[in-house]
């Protein structure tokens, strides 16, 4: 009897270790799974914590990724009068403009027993590329005619209102959105993980 009694008691006493090397073992297969989700989206490792161990450090061999890519179109008129003369330009504007990560910040995976967290930077504007420009309008006044200071004012000018276009489209938004899906897409139904975008400054 007393035999017996020992052996129940040691089999209950090692059912704690058992159930914590199981939880690690699942926490560690989370950790693992989201690291090569990150890895395929991004090109970039994630820093991975597992019940406070680190287990991988970030590293990535690009500085941005960029999720979202759209056309824009912009067209600006300018008209100067001076002593009665007038000259007009009017010049038409396309553009590229990209939106996603910058990976020089923080990306990071925290597998607790509670909790998974994906932690990373808001998506920003990563960059407005002209592609071509059209010119509409190019009259010089009798004696008012266009410099190339009028011209390099213009194409300035276009350009920020490419950018402030692409900014009201919120295709920032777009690309955290598309993060999101993609990384849902590659893990499944992981339970109880959650993506957590924090501000960090833009990128240069």
């Known amino acids: 009897m007393i ?16 159930t914590t090397k199981e939880t690690v073992d699942q926490m560690e297969r989370v950790g693992r799974d989201l ?3 990150i890895v395929q989206i991004a090109q970039l490792q994630p820093r991975v914590t597992i019940n ?10 690009i500085a941005e990724l960029a999720l979202i890519s759209q056309k824009l179109e912009v067209e600006h008129e ?6 009665g003369s007038t000259k007009r330009l009017r010049l038409h504007g396309t553009y590229t403009a990209k939106a996603g990560f910058d990976l020089r ?16 930077p808001h998506a920003q504007i990563l960059g407005v590329e002209q592609n071509a420009i059209e010119l509409l309008a190019y009259e010089n006044g009798f004696w008012n005619p266009i410099s190339g200071a009028d011209v390099q004012a213009e194409l300035v000018t276009l350009g920020k209102l490419a950018r402030d276009r692409a900014a009201a ?6 690309a955290e959105e598309s993060f999101r899906a993609q990384l849902k ?4 139904n992981t339970p109880l993980v ?3 975008f924090y501000p960090a400054p833009k990128s240069d």
């Open 169 to 174: 489209r919120n295709l920032s938004a777009e």
């Open 78 to 83: 300018f008209l100067h009068t001076w002593a």
């Open 35 to 37: 690291r090569d989700a």
């Open 194 to 196: 959650q993506v957590i």
């Open 3 to 18: 035999a017996a009694a020992v052996f129940v008691f040691n089999r209950c006493a090692s059912l704690p270790g058992r």
């Open 52 to 61: 406070n161990r680190v287990y991988f450090e970030q590293t990535s061999p």
């Open 185 to 188: 897409g590659r893990i499944g």
């Open 105 to 120: 910040q923080e990306f990071s995976v925290t597998v607790a027993p509670e909790m998974t967290i994906v932690r990373l």
